[in-house]
C-alpha cells in the first residue's frame, strides 16, 4: 500500500469524522452562529450545517503482504482533532470542538469502507460508507448512520473539501428527530 494513496483516504475520512463531532457541539450548545444553522421541518425534525477543520494527529496503517502494495484487507485506523473552521459554537475560529476515530479498510485497488465514530461531551455519530477513490477529485459524502445520547436517530450526510495547510474542511449536513 503506497504512503501517498493512504495520505489521501486518511484526509478525506478525517474531514468527513470532523464534522461530525462539531454537529455535537452545535446542538448541545449555541446554534446562532453564522456557520452552524438549524431549521426545523414541518415534520418537526430539526436540520442543521455544521463546518469544522480535520488535522490527523495520529495515523497507524496495517499492510498485509506483499507489503508496499494496495491489497484487500489493508486498514488504516485515523484520529483527529476537529477545530472551529469559523467562530461558532460559542467559541472562536480555531478552538478544538471534538475528536474523531476512522477505519478504512481497502476493499479493491480504488474501494474503501470507511467506518468513523465520533465521541463527544452529550453523545457521538458513527459514519459508513464505502468510497471510490479513483477520482482524486471527487466530492466524499459519508452518510450518518446513527447517533447516541442527545443524537440518537440523528440522519444526514457529510461532505469532505480540501483545506489549508493538511487540514479538511468537513460541511455535516444533519437532520435530527
Known amino acids: 500500500m503506497s ?5 489521501v483516504v486518511v484526509a478525506a475520512v478525517l474531514v468527513v469524522a470532523g464534522g461530525v463531532a462539531a454537529a455535537v457541539v452545535v446542538l448541545t450548545g449555541d446554534d446562532s452562529s453564522d456557520a452552524a444553522s438549524t431549521t426545523e421541518t414541518s415534520t ?13 494527529t495520529k495515523a497507524t496503517p496495517v499492510d498485509l503482504p506483499p507489503r508496499n502494495v494496495q491489497n484487500k484487507g489493508d486498514r488504516v485506523f485515523v484520529e483527529s482533532q476537529l477545530r472551529n473552521a469559523v467562530p461558532q459554537f460559542g467559541r472562536p475560529k480555531g478552538s478544538i470542538v471534538g ?21 463527544l461531551p452529550g453523545g457521538g455519530l458513527r459514519l459508513r460508507a464505502t468510497l471510490d477513490v479513483s477520482n482524486p477529485d471527487a466530492l466524499v459524502k459519508i452518510p450518518v448512520i446513527s447517533g447516541t445520547r ?28
Not at 418537526?44 to 490527523?56: D, E, F, Q
Not at 440523528?154 to 495547510?165: F, K, P, V
Open 99 to 119: 475528536i474523531d476515530y476512522s477505519t478504512i479498510t481497502y476493499l479493491s485497488s480504488t474501494k474503501r469502507l470507511v467506518s468513523v465514530q465520533v465521541t
Open 150 to 177: 442527545d443524537f440518537n436517530g440523528a440522519t444526514g450526510y457529510s461532505e469532505a473539501r480540501s483545506a489549508s495547510g493538511e487540514q479538511t474542511l468537513n460541511i455535516y449536513h444533519l437532520r435530527l428527530p
Open 3 to 7: 504512503r501517498t494513496a493512504v495520505a
Open 44 to 56: 418537526g425534525s430539526r436540520t442543521m450545517t455544521i463546518r469544522v477543520l480535520a488535522s490527523v
